[in-house]
């Protein structure tokens, strides 16, 4: 279960904890401070959840606004539709409308690989460099064409899965 702690700006009032829209929807009008004036403003804090969602949340700038459609979103999202969205959003710097956004929009490639030479060696296989005779295959550079590949391909981990990226 995911776990999100509302932050009062307000530095004389104390927050509160939820997990659903529910909650939050219940104790964020009732919020007041020590001289009982209603706190208006709070930042969101992701507490507790599965690594994924925890990454999400901060490619997604969780906030007070758009908390609500957040929770529905890890719901309603598979695991590779939140890697794509945090690899688009958070590594290549894709804007996106909460209300509106599908992760498979963007425009990006993945690749469940651990280097760039798996990558290379890959893309060679795939005959992406042409037909290469089996008799000059074993004078291929894959530690050159793996350089060449990070120039447009990046690296990253995510909820610790490794994997290679390209934005377009």
Not at 130 to 159: K, Q, V
Request: proline letters at 3%; a negative charge.
């Amino acid at each position: 279960m995911t776990q999100f702690y509302a932050q009062p700006y307000d530095v004389s009032a104390t927050g509160f904890y939820f997990d659903d829209e529910a909650g939050f929807s219940e104790k964020i009008g009732k919020i007041k401070n020590d001289y009982s004036q209603p706190v208006e403003e709070f930042e969101i804090q992701f507490i507790d959840g599965k690594s994924i969602d925890c990454t999400l949340a901060k490619a997604w700038r969780i906030n007070q606004a758009n908390i609500l459609k957040f929770m529905k979103i890890v719901d309603e999202w598979d695991d590779d539709q939140k890697t794509r969205f945090i690899l688009a959003v958070g590594e290549c710097g894709y804007d996106f409308d909460p209300e509106t956004v599908d992760p498979d929009d963007f425009d990006l490639d993945i690749y469940h690989l651990d280097t760039m030479k798996e990558l290379a060696e890959q893309f060679v296989e795939e005959g992406l460099f042409g037909d290469i005779p089996d008799h000059l295959a074993n004078y291929i550079d894959m530690d050159a064409i793996a350089y060449d590949l990070s120039m447009d391909y990046t690296e990253t981990e995510i909820a610790g899965q490794r994997m290679i990226h390209r934005c377009a």
